[in-house]
């Protein structure tokens, strides 16, 4: 939408009276509806806060009598176990974590089953999870495991058991979106503490949300869900990175918590810190095997080189990342990580030991079970995403790539330099001595390596205090450092192509037809665009922070709307982008409700029918009181292009522009509100009001529309007026313009959209985030930018009201779309213009 009036350039002669808004009826307090909406899930986050009290968990206290597990579920029969262990958390942390997860997700969940079911739900999966994980760890101490036999004395406060078990029957209810999303990222989470951690929470909390499924295969009987336009690329990239995510998780979780009886804690084994911090002082004088050994230890021991033995699982993280959104350099990074992580378990837990029958026999079944898996799970990562290789295609441009080697290659010359100097000037901080520069040339690689991957240290070049050491244990700390945040980088650097080629094709399609009265809008720069391929449809989109933000209507022949949406929907996903279809017509809108997409109003564009159009009656008098007036003063019109006004004109209408700019010290808004730049346009209309003297009052640019390559319509973008000018001048030059454009053959004038507005008697639906969203930003931008008076200014012209509407696939990402469409309309906005933006709006008195 266009309208691009600043509140300088509002009409002089618009009163403060027109078309109300309507009102917006009086609403309960946001935290009582919330409370009415939930009341179970505030109920239980209620309950847990007050037994966390009451019973003292929330400072060290444990009433074992009320937990559950083998002890006092089995051995002692204590009955009420599996219920109270549903109400009473075991620590503070642990009930922050349970409040918040009652709270959201599991407030959605409520939402979705109804409070009743969801209460039945909460107590059945918790209470038969509990049982049944009591039962499996008796088995497990039967067998003679020491899974069994840890777990056994393990009891249990955890309310989140139920909490998870209501979620994923929830999830069978939910939209397709959101059911795969709960699913997988659930069950990730799920197994991987379940994996890493091993703790019986974990393993309750597993087995409940495997009766939630059941239980909501049941409830979901009959049920009718939305449909939701299902992207395989989505679909892959999220369980794909959810499960790289795992592998760096899990040991990260481990290290955490310190356990020690999960099926994968031995992996973190590679990964665990030396406490070895001081050598011998006989190392001093002569050194021996167990010097070199000591030495080793305190080359690995601190802080500095457990992070850089632990940077495997940040890069697993990191790779996981840049994998959601189908980046070529993640999954070469998952790939690598992974591979990594298998050597390295690998060679700590000796997988090759195994292969030796005498070891072998010395081993349990579940120690060599738990060797196999911590080795497996990586490698099962590396074919996971071979197979999956061709979801990961997105790349960015040579230059970031270029940039990225750079900036990597160079950390580490330069660290490793550092590391050379030094050691030739602290030499006497050495093990054997002065190193040579040979010798600390060989040993180069090592502050980089994580220890796990490294042999023991060799007799030279081994620092063993002062700042030799402090350097060896940190520079690979700054190394991975400076790599996360180029990779960061990379990921960020986006490949859109564009060009005058591609732009004149999307010219032309406009010239054909169908592109709307806010198609033109799309060959504003900042604009890149999409082709279908059959090269009759186009798109005209900015990517911001992984949003593709579209322009105006999709361009299409009637009928292929949905065609032309879903390709170019495809074409998105395909390179990591959310797509956001804003500024559209309701011609569009039964795509996006077959889609089962969020959808809502952004505006109301004001249209005139120009056959027929008569400025008479009292419907009109508002208007022709003006254009009178101007006739009787002696004011003219002139219809040209930029290129063919005469420079006198061109000159007055920057600084008009130029003194608004610095006199209000706003940030001008862009995107789809024109300025100067786009009236230059050849293809684009001027249309001057310009009094006796010769100076302009008023200017306004029209932006065309075409059917079948003829000019048929025009949308007004550019209003300015001029200090001095007669009350009424704009009310005067529109009028003019229609009747001029009336004459010329168009059909249709359009006064463009009203950003943030509703057509007078609109019934306001059950709000979404996203309307109470623009809703306030409309209040809040409002004294700023006047684009209620705008509205209501343009209401004098007695239009027909077309609604403009945005949709988006994923209610997740409207904390990035609202980001998107505010960098978008304010992109190239100063500190300074914020600030003064801040005060505008934030004026009681409304004044801007």
Known sequence: MTASESPSSAPASAPSTGPAAPRTPRKDGAVLKYVRANPFSVALAFVVLVTGFVFGTFWGGFPQELAAGMITTGQLAFWWTPFTALVIVDSLIGGIMVIALTLTVGAYAERRLGTLRAIVLFLVTGVVAILLGVGLQALLLTWGSDWGDLASIDLVLDPSVGVVGMIMAASALAPALWQRRIRVIGFTLLLMFALYAGDSDSIFRLIAGLLGLLAGAVVSRGAVLGAWHRSSYREVRAIVASIVAATGLGPIIVLISGSVAAPLSAVVAGFAPITETELPVSCTQHYTADCLRQADAILTAGPGPFLVSIVPLLLALLAAWGLRTGRRAAWILGIAVNAAIAVLTAGVLGVTELLDAKTRDLLRVEDAIAIVLATLVPILVVGLLLVTRRRFLVRAPHRAGLQFLITVAGAWIVLAAVYVVIGLVDGENYLDGRPSLGGLLGDILRPFVPAGFLPPATEEAIPVDGMALVVYQWIGVLFWGVFILAMVRLYRATRIERNAEEEERFRALLRAGNGGTLGFMGTWPGNSYWFSADGRGAVAYRVINGVALTTSDPLCAAGEERATIEEFVHHCETQGWSACFYSFHERFLPVFQEFGWQYLSVGEETVLDLPGLELTGKAWQKVRQPLNR???????????????????????????????????????????????????????????????????????????????????????????????????????????????????????????????????????????????????????????????????????????????????????????????????????????????????????????
């Open 630 to 848: 101007g006739e009787r003063e002696g004011i003219t019109t002139l219809w040209s292009t930029w290129a063919d006004l005469p420079p006198k004109y061109t000159a007055q209408i920057v600084a008009v522009s130029e003194e608004w700019v610095a006199n209000k010290k706003l940030p001008e808004m862009g995107f789809t509100l024109g300025s100067t730049q786009e009236l230059k346009d050849p293809d684009v209309g001027v249309f001057l009001a310009i009094d006796k003297e010769g100076t302009i009052q008023a200017t306004t640019s029209w932006l065309p529309s075409w059917t079948d390559g003829r000019i048929t319509g025009w949308t007004i973008d550019f209003m300015r007026r001029g200090d001095g000018s007669m009350p009424g001048i704009m009310e005067f030059v529109i009028a003019s313009a229609a009747l001029h454009m009336k004459e010329q053959g168009a059909q249709v004038l359009s006064l463009s959209g009203a950003p943030l507005a509703t057509k007078p008697g609109q019934e306001s639906a059950e709000p979404t985030v996203m309307d109470r969203l623009l809703e306030w930003l409309g209040q809040m931008l409002e004294p700023a930018y006047g684009f209620t008076s705008l509205f209501r200014f343009k209401s004098k012209f007695n239009p027909r009201y077309e609604t403009i509407y945005m949709a988006y696939a994923d209610p997740a990402r409207l904390a990035a779309i609202g980001m998107a469409l505010g960098n978008a309309y304010l992109p190239n906005a100063s500190p300074k213009e914020y600030l003064a933006l801040v005060e505008t709006i934030t004026k009681r008195d409304g004044g801007a």
